[in-house]
């Protein structure tokens, strides 16, 4: 089991026909050889899983990434919640270059993102 940093650009979408990779996210997580979460790792490396939100025209906001429950999410102050952006089903996925994920945004919109490097 290993950390390793994800990196999402924004996918096709109507708003960005060709996607976007000025759009997206870097994460660090802990990746089995299969390319899923292990939650037992995250909890000794939690400190170590921090998430970057980098967005054209807007500042970059750097939080973590939070297991709840089932669920995993990014986390921008861990005093709120309002500012959480919830990951679609990620503890079922295989994170892969290539594969695609969905993150719920602050504006409450889901936006579909690629995963273009595993590091």
Do not use: N
Request: hydrophobic content about 30%; overall charge negative; charged content about 35%.
């Amino acid at each position: 089991m290993t950390l390793r940093t994800v990196r999402l650009e924004l996918a096709r979408s109507r708003e960005f026909p060709d996607g976007s990779p000025a759009r997206g996210y870097e994460f660090v997580a802990p990746l089995d050889a299969d390319g899923h979460l292990d939650a037992g790792e995250w909890r000794r490396e939690k400190a170590r899983c921090t998430v970057r939100r980098f967005w054209q025209g807007e500042p970059d906001e750097r939080g973590v990434l939070a297991h709840v429950g089932s669920g995993w999410r990014f986390d921008y102050d861990r005093h709120r919640s309002d500012d959480d952006e919830p990951l679609f089903k990620l503890d079922r996925h295989t994170i892969k270059e290539g594969e695609y994920l969905s993150v719920t945004e602050h504006d409450g919109a889901q936006r579909t993102f690629r995963v273009v490097s595993i590091r």
